[in-house]
């Protein structure tokens, strides 16, 4: 595969109130392929590793419940600089902030319920495509 993907989580809130149809309709008019998709609900033991890169900071808990909280939908996506250019897509962690016309400023409903996760590097894209597609499951 491509060095070139990112690993994106269209989380919780925005499964449950039928977001992701708008949201993957974006993803793909910007041209970002999927190579692997899967829906799933995490356990809390799964969305505490997933995350354990944030333990210990005061979020993390109610990071965790939220993440655990419904079906997430998970997705490695192939585009040239896809870390990098996945991230200035979803925008910036509080809606509040994110540019006009990103995902998160369309979606988010506040800083912990921001609709998206993007890799926030290559090494991390890495390490959450493992986390959550096998081989068999990407292409
Ligand atoms: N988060 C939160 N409270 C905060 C900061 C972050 O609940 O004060 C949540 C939010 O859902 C965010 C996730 O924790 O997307 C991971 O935080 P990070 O700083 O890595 O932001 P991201 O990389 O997702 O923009
Ligand atoms: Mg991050």
Same mark, same amino acid.
């Given at each position: 595969? !491509? *060095? *070139?993907?990112?690993l994106a989580?269209?989380k919780?809130? %925005?499964v =449950?109130?039928?977001k992701?149809?708008?949201i993957? #309709?974006?993803i793909?008019? /910007?041209?970002?392929e999927i !190579?692997?998709i &899967?829906?799933? &609900?995490?356990?809390t033991?799964q969305? @505490?590793s997933?995350?354990?890169? +944030? &333990?210990g900071k005061a979020f993390?808990n109610?990071?965790?419940?939220?993440m !655990?909280s419904?079906?997430v939908?998970a997705?490695?996506?192939?585009?040239?600089? #896809?870390? @990098?250019?996945f =991230?200035?897509?979803?925008g #910036?962690t *509080?809606? #509040? /902030?994110?540019?006009?016309g990103?995902? =998160? /400023?369309l979606?988010?409903v506040s800083?912990q319920m921001?609709a998206? +996760?993007?890799s926030d590097s290559v090494?991390n894209?890495?390490?959450e %495509?493992?986390?959550?597609f !096998? /081989?068999?499951e =990407?292409?």
């Amino acid at each position: 595969m !491509s *060095d *070139d993907f990112t690993l994106a989580i269209i989380k919780p809130d %925005a499964v =449950r109130t039928g977001k992701a149809g708008p949201i993957l #309709a974006i993803i793909n008019e /910007k041209g970002f392929e999927i !190579s692997a998709i &899967k829906m799933l &609900k995490l356990t809390t033991a799964q969305a @505490e590793s997933f995350y354990e890169i +944030h &333990k210990g900071k005061a979020f993390y808990n109610s990071l965790v419940e939220f993440m !655990s909280s419904g079906p997430v939908i998970a997705m490695i996506l192939r585009y040239p600089g #896809a870390v @990098e250019e996945f =991230r200035q897509l979803i925008g #910036a962690t *509080d809606p #509040a /902030k994110a540019e006009p016309g990103t995902i =998160r /400023k369309l979606f988010a409903v506040s800083v912990q319920m921001n609709a998206i +996760h993007g890799s926030d590097s290559v090494e991390n894209a890495q390490r959450e %495509a493992d986390f959550f597609f !096998s /081989k068999v499951e =990407r292409f």
